[in-house]
């Protein structure tokens, strides 16, 4: 939600771009073969699992440390459904060769470390307001994906994925 967003200039982004050279210096990509996706397919899975990633540990703490039992219970459901649809996800970039990251980006480390001071009320708040922003950034990128993503996993991944997101989204806007 913020479960795919994120992103800044990152490692495999630059990847994607980078070429090793052989014996006999022909540049060669470093993943060339007919089944690598495309790179916005390779992008589309680093926002989603880094997402995934920030919402399964900002679930763990809304689960400890919210103040209502909504609040508590939405972390769960957070900590539930990422975990899955991230196993998912990297499932398909293993199958494609993609290696993804493996923890938070600077965006999503600040927005837990921000989190982790608050409580009670105050947690509750800040942490409904994140969820609302992420998951409407997160199923801006999943509808994106589905619509035009050139991998047929990865688009079946989003296709998939989309609504759940967008019931996490209805569920949080409730509670705001």
Do not use: W
Not at 8 to 27: H, K, L, M, V, Y
Not at 47 to 64: D, F, Q, S, T
Request: hydrophobic share 40%; glycine share 6%.
């Amino acid at each position: 939600m913020a479960l795919l967003q994120a992103c800044t200039g990152n490692e495999a982004d630059r990847d994607a771009d980078s070429t090793d050279i052989q014996a006999d210096n022909a540049p060669v990509s470093s993943q060339l073969n007919s089944s690598t996706p495309a790179a916005s397919d390779t992008a589309f899975a680093n926002k989603a699992v880094i997402g995934g990633m920030a919402e399964v540990a900002l679930g763990k703490m809304a689960a400890a440390k919210g103040a209502s039992s909504e609040v508590r219970n939405f972390g769960k459901m957070m900590v539930s459904d990422h975990t899955k649809a991230n196993e998912e996800l990297m499932g398909i970039a293993k199958k494609n060769n993609i290696s993804l990251p493996t923890g938070l980006d600077a965006e999503h480390q600040a927005k837990s470390d921000s989190l982790n001071k608050l409580s009670g009320k105050d947690f509750d708040k800040a942490y409904i307001k994140a969820m609302v922003d992420d998951h409407q950034r997160t199923l801006a990128i999943m509808n994106k994906q589905a619509s035009g993503g050139q991998d047929v996993d990865f688009k079946a991944f989003a296709v998939k994925t989309a609504p759940i997101v967008k019931h996490h989204l209805d569920e949080i806007m409730k509670m705001q």
